[in-house]
């Protein structure tokens, strides 16, 4: 399975979170965020990582032209399209960037949200589903009722994001199979300053598991 922490800021942490067995980091592109990260940063993370690791730039409402300078002067392997981005846009920066993995993620409110994701697949290689925050874009450690996903089986691979910790990560996975997760605030100590030693009990508790 796919595990990608998400919000990372500090090189050092990067290289630690990549050794401890993620398979995918991200950087936050959205400049409200307070786990902001410039492009020159993203590159200094970049830099220290094995090839193998995924790395995504999270993106909303960007314009297509910040997103496709923003990965060739990263050497970003993926984004993550977090706003209102239409499928034509997808399909846009599918042509601008056809080696860059695009994920689409969706803020799901409703069990109808959940049946609109497949619209998505034919122009994003991966979704991600995370929990609407009527004030926030992301990265609100809000949990989504994981019921609704209890049949959710898009034509492509898909994230479960939203308010995972190494607490509540066995419960998620007991009631649903998703082909990765993705954890931000679940495993830090402030915004964009992670908590190796969550970060390492997530692991564990994913062995565990096994
Ligand atoms: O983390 C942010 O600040 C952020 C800002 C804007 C868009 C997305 C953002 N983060 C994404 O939110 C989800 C879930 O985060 P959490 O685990 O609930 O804290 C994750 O996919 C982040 O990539």
């Known amino acids: 399975m796919r595990v990608k922490i998400c919000g990372i800021t500090q090189p050092q942490q990067g290289k630690a979170i990549a050794s401890l067995g ?12 307070p786990r902001y990260i410039n492009v020159e940063q993203i590159r200094a993370v970049v830099e220290q990582l094995p090839e193998e690791i995924d790395k995504i730039g999270v993106f909303a ?19 993550q399209l977090h706003g209102d981005e239409s ?36 122009n ?12 926030q874009l992301g990265g609100t450690g809000t949990t989504l009722d994981w019921r609704m996903f209890s049949q959710f089986s898009p034509s492509c691979p898909w994230f479960l994001a939203g308010g995972l910790t190494p607490e509540n990560i066995i419960e ?3 009631q649903i199979t998703p082909s990765g997760i993705d954890l931000s605030s679940g495993v830090e100590r402030a915004p964009g300053d992670k908590n190796l030693d969550k970060v390492a009990k997530l692991f564990e508790k994913l062995r565990s598991k096994c």
């Open 22 to 33: 993620a398979t995918a980091l991200g950087f936050i592109c959205v400049p409200t965020s």
């Open 61 to 79: 409402n960007a314009t297509a032209s910040e997103i496709t300078q923003t990965v060739v002067n990263s050497g970003l392997t993926g984004v």
């Open 87 to 122: 499928l034509e846009f997808c399909q846009q920066l599918r042509q601008l960037l056809p080696d860059v993995e695009i994920i689409k993620a969706l803020r799901i409110r409703s069990f109808e949200d959940t049946e609109k994701a497949e619209t998505y697949t034919s």
């Open 124 to 135: 994003a290689d991966t979704l991600l589903v995370d929990a609407y925050h009527p004030q």
């Open 172 to 174: 998620a996975l007991t």
